[in-house]
């Protein structure tokens, strides 16, 4: 099950380096997707005003959700770090909670990530307009963002702080343990292509 682009491999910057969490990671406060009986774990921290968070979203998620997500070999989990440059991340993550206290919160990534400026969509009208393209119950929307579940997306962030994380995207990848935990082998940072996932995601399904 190799997703192999060497061309993509060269053009991808090498990015600094974060130690290995040594404990298992919880994925009961993360958004997730994928088969709870998966072997492999990848937990997401993410910016919906990073441009390399969206490229990840629509070009290289798109091909590990269909290899390995829908094939229930991996189980992906996202979580929120809004970086301080980006005046409109934090709203956006709010905005996403929302929507995920209806059940959309991927619907809702999906088309916070679509959108061709980041900046000028991520303005309360494009997260109002986003909202409305998930189908969900707008007046619960507009009263959840009145008083949002920010303490949500400041946990996330403080998690990401407190494993070293300061930039978007950045991706931890493991094990399944027993009880459901991540156990990680391996952080990725930055804009990987594809393969830099397979390798990873391979050793781990062999093993």
């Not at 579940?149 to 027993?178: E, H, M, N």
Request: hydrophobic share 45%; glycine share 6%; net charge positive.
């Amino acid at each position: 099950m190799m997703l192999r682009s060497a061309s993509s491999r060269s053009a991808a910057a090498t990015p600094p380096t974060v130690p290995v969490p040594k404990d298992p990671l919880s994925l009961a406060a993360a958004a997730t997707m994928g088969s709870a009986t998966a072997k492999v774990a990848i937990l997401e921290f993410s910016d919906f005003q990073c441009p390399y968070c969206a490229r990840f979203a629509k070009e290289v998620f798109p091909v590990l959700k269909s290899k390995y997500v829908d094939g229930g070999f991996v189980q992906f989990s996202f979580r929120h770090l809004p970086l301080p440059m980006h005046k409109q991340a934090q709203r956006a993550a709010e905005s996403s909670a929302c929507a995920a206290a209806q059940g959309r919160f991927w619907q809702m990534h999906d088309a916070l990530f679509s959108k061709p400026d980041q900046t000028e969509s991520l303005e309360e009208p494009g997260l109002v307009a986003s909202a409305a393209a998930t189908g969900i119950d707008m007046k619960a929307f507009s009263l959840c963002m009145v008083a949002p579940p920010t303490s949500q997306v400041q946990d996330d962030a403080k998690l990401a702080r407190s494993l070293g994380l300061s930039g978007t995207p950045a991706f931890i990848v493991g094990a399944k343990t027993v009880d459901g935990k991540l156990k990680a082998s391996t952080v990725l940072l930055g804009a990987q292509p594809p393969d830099a996932f397979a390798d990873v995601i391979d050793k781990l399904l062999k093993g």
